[in-house]
Structure formats: structure tokens, C-alpha cells
């Protein structure tokens, strides 16, 4: 057998392939356009939330942070990370603060949210967002709901003498003292370094109500 006729050479072998995979990607992709694709599968769930019932028919892939905010329009809570690790989207669910970003929306059937929006408003401020004002607890102000959020359930965290890392192993009803306000914020990340400003806050409300 001659040379001429058993010669392969690389680069015929890169041409050859390469006409090969096109010709067989091209009806694939023909196929794939042509095939239906079903629809998502939904679900129905109802919440409360800020004290409005709500029914949502959502992807049960849906987070809770984008049900709030692509689903009902609160644009409030906020997306930092999507990983729950910033505290950006912090919203209180049955009283507790969560990371809105790690939970499925699904999940939280019957149960009662609060946003940003629910705490209060321009002109009935929630006191600790009007001390947050006063006390220039922000700069940039994109993690200031997730803040807020946390600072009120924070606070009701103590009042219900709920241990903290920081407490629990001493066996004493925690007070709102910096380093346990800052221990339970440790969470909630800010960018802008407003730390101080908001302790000054949150220990103006928790004087008042703690
Ligand atoms: Fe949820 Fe960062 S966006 S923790
Ligand atoms: Fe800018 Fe906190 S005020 S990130």
C-alpha cells in the first residue's frame, strides 16, 4: 500500500471533524426548535404579606426575595449576594429574620411576611427606621432595609431573651449592650461601613423599648 493512499494528515483530520460535528449539530439544533418544550410547572401559594393576603402561582423554584420583588412589586428588600451571605435581603417571617435569598417562596405557605414596606412608611416611619434617619445609619442605603429588618427582629430577639451565639452559654437573659446588638447583626454586611451609626440607632429604640 502506497504512502499516498494510508497519508493522514492533521490537518485533514481537523478539516474532516469539524464538517462532520457541523453537519451533525445542525439538525440537532432543528430538532430541539422544533420540539415543544413544556411550559414550567407552577404553584399556587398564599402568604400574608405587610398584612395584605396575597396568592402568588409561582415556579417552585422561586426564592422568596424574587416572589417579593419580581412577583409582588416590593423592590424594597434588596439582592445582594443571592447567597446568604450579606443579610441585603433580610425580611421577618413569623417574627423571625431570614435571608430571603435562601428560602423557596413555596415554603412559606399561610405564613406572615414583612418587608420594608410593612414596617412603615414615608410619614409613619417604624421608629427604628426614623432612628436610623437621625442617627445617619447609611450611606449608600442598599443594604438599609436588610438592616432595619434585622434590627427590629434583633431587638424583639432580646426583649423575648432569645440567646445569641455570643450568650448562650452563659445562661443570662441577654441585654442590649453593643457587643450583643453587633454579635446579632453580624449578618447584615455594609459596604459603606455605617456600622457605628447604626448601633447609635438601634440603641436610641432599644432604650425606648428595651
Ligand atoms: Fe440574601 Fe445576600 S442577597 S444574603
Ligand atoms: Fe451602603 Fe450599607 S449604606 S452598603
Same mark, same amino acid.
Given at each position: 500500500?502506497?504512502?499516498?493512499?494510508?497519508?493522514?494528515?492533521?490537518?485533514?483530520?481537523?478539516?474532516?471533524?469539524?464538517?462532520?460535528?457541523?453537519?451533525?449539530?445542525?439538525?440537532?439544533?432543528?430538532?430541539?426548535?422544533?420540539?415543544?418544550?413544556?411550559?414550567?410547572?407552577?404553584?399556587?401559594?398564599?402568604?400574608?404579606?405587610?398584612?395584605?393576603?396575597?396568592?402568588?402561582?409561582?415556579?417552585?423554584?422561586?426564592?422568596?426575595?424574587?416572589?417579593?420583588?419580581?412577583?409582588?412589586?416590593?423592590?424594597?428588600?434588596?439582592?445582594?449576594?443571592?447567597?446568604?451571605?450579606?443579610?441585603?435581603?433580610?425580611?421577618?417571617?413569623?417574627?423571625?429574620?431570614?435571608?430571603?435569598?435562601?428560602?423557596?417562596?413555596? $415554603?412559606?405557605?399561610?405564613?406572615?411576611?414583612?418587608?420594608? %414596606?410593612?414596617?412603615?412608611?414615608?410619614?409613619?416611619?417604624?421608629? $427604628?427606621?426614623?432612628?436610623?434617619?437621625?442617627?445617619?445609619?447609611?450611606?449608600?442605603?442598599?443594604?438599609?432595609?436588610?438592616?432595619?429588618?434585622?434590627?427590629?427582629?434583633?431587638?424583639? %430577639?432580646? /426583649?423575648?431573651?432569645?440567646?445569641?451565639?455570643?450568650?448562650?452559654?452563659?445562661?443570662?437573659?441577654? /441585654?442590649?449592650?453593643?457587643?450583643? $446588638? *453587633?454579635? *446579632?447583626?453580624?449578618?447584615?454586611?455594609?459596604?459603606?461601613?455605617?456600622?457605628?451609626?447604626?448601633?447609635?440607632? $438601634?440603641?436610641?429604640?432599644?432604650?425606648?423599648?428595651?
Amino acid at each position: 500500500m502506497s504512502s499516498d493512499t494510508t497519508s493522514v494528515t492533521r490537518r485533514g483530520v481537523l478539516v474532516g471533524g469539524g464538517v462532520c460535528a457541523a453537519a451533525a449539530a445542525v439538525p440537532a439544533a432543528e430538532v430541539q426548535a422544533a420540539t415543544p418544550q413544556p411550559a414550567p410547572a407552577t404553584m399556587k401559594v398564599g402568604m400574608t404579606v405587610n398584612s395584605a393576603k396575597r396568592e402568588l402561582d409561582l415556579d417552585p423554584r422561586t426564592t422568596l426575595l424574587d416572589a417579593l420583588r419580581e412577583h409582588l412589586h416590593l423592590n424594597g428588600t434588596k439582592k445582594g449576594c443571592d447567597h446568604g451571605q450579606c443579610g441585603a435581603c433580610t425580611v421577618i417571617v413569623d417574627g423571625r429574620r431570614i435571608n430571603s435569598c435562601l428560602t423557596l417562596a413555596v $415554603m412559606h405557605e399561610g405564613d406572615a411576611v414583612t418587608t420594608i %414596606e410593612g414596617l412603615g412608611q414615608p410619614g409613619k416611619l417604624h421608629p $427604628m427606621q426614623a432612628a436610623f434617619v437621625k442617627h445617619d445609619g447609611y450611606q449608600c442605603g442598599y443594604c438599609t432595609p436588610g438592616q432595619i429588618c434585622s434590627a427590629v427582629a434583633v431587638l424583639d %430577639e432580646i /426583649r423575648a431573651g432569645v440567646p445569641s451565639h455570643a450568650t448562650a452559654d452563659l445562661n443570662v437573659r441577654p /441585654r442590649a449592650t453593643n457587643d450583643e $446588638m *453587633r454579635e *446579632r447583626m453580624s449578618g447584615n454586611i455594609c459596604r459603606c461601613g455605617a456600622y457605628s451609626n447604626i448601633l447609635d440607632a $438601634m440603641t436610641e429604640v432599644a432604650g425606648r423599648r428595651v
